[in-house]
């Protein structure tokens, strides 16, 4: 599992766990059953505390993600598809939100970002 912690962007360093393993199970890379690295091991390896880790794996189990076990591990959990859906759907929907705040700042129209959106909706499609 490939975490990145910076020093630097503000974000408190579990939220930054929490959200790159989010988006890799949202994403697909990590599917039901994967085992997730020990606690003490993911800690070691970043170099964080224990106490860190523990409250990110906390976070993604209160947000259904993953399932511990005691003397088992963690493991990504069932959660159904549409849970899944759910949950990138807010990913979409807060990125959307950054290029609308963005767009407006720039000044542009609705018409004219609903065009761009679409060229470059349907220049992916080819």
Known sequence: ??????STSGEPIYAQIVGQVRQMILQ???????PLPSIRLLA???QISVITTK?????LEREGLIN???????????ADQ????????????????EIIDESRLL???????AEMLKL???????
């Not at 599992?1 to 910076?6: A, D, Q, R």
């Not at 511990?68 to 069932?78: E, R, Y």
């Not at 859906?85 to 939100?97: D, F, N, S």
């Not at 000044?107 to 970002?113: I, T």
């Open 68 to 78: 511990s076990i005691v003397g088992k591990g963690s493991f990504v959990s069932g």
């Open 1 to 6: 599992m490939n975490i990145l912690i910076s």
């Open 28 to 34: 697909g890379e990590l599917v039901s059953g994967t």
């Open 82 to 97: 549409e849970y899944i859906r759910e949950q990138r759907l807010r990913i979409v929907e807060g990125k959307l939100k």
């Open 107 to 113: 000044g542009m129209e609705y018409a004219e970002l």
């Open 44 to 46: 070691k390896e970043l």
């Open 55 to 59: 409250r990110a794996y906390e976070e």
């Open 120 to 126: 470059l909706y349907e220049e992916e499609q080819e």
